[in-house]
């Protein structure tokens, strides 16, 4: 069994900042990369950014240079620095991780955590 657990959510003004986390529990799969996507309301789930095992980083092109995303290989945790929040960033973080059987390569999964709600005001 696995889970991922978000933490982090909540209520900000536009330009302030926010920091959310999600630990991954698992002790049979390795974990490959993994990535905060977000869903607003009557809109489609997009990416957000992304980490791989060795620490290379992506990001959408709306939170270049205002998003930071990290992980800690040893906890499995990854996170999601957000600053300079917009009202547009308003939407529930999900984390997803991308996992391999330890043991088993290429035995792959994808398994995504619950969402946190982000909300900015303006």
């Known amino acids: 069994q696995v889970q991922l657990v978000e933490s982090g959510g909540g209520l900000v003004q536009a330009g302030g900042s926010l920091r959310l986390s999600c630990a991954a529990s698992t002790s049979i799969f390795s974990i490959t990369s993994m990535a905060w996507y977000r869903q607003a309301p009557g809109k489609q789930r997009e990416l957000v950014a992304t980490?791989?095992?060795?620490?290379?980083?992506n990001y959408a092109d709306s939170v270049q240079g205002r998003f930071t995303i990290s992980r800690d290989n040893a906890k499995n945790t990854v996170s999601l620095q957000m600053n300079s929040l917009k009202p547009e960033d308003t939407a529930v973080y999900y984390c997803?991780?991308?996992?391999?059987?330890?043991?088993?390569?290429?035995?792959?999964?994808?398994?995504w955590g619950q969402g946190t709600q982000v909300t900015v005001s303006s």
């Open positions: 980490v791989s095992s060795r620490g290379s980083t």
């Open positions: 997803k991780g991308d996992l391999e059987r330890i043991g088993l390569p290429g035995l792959t999964a994808v398994y």
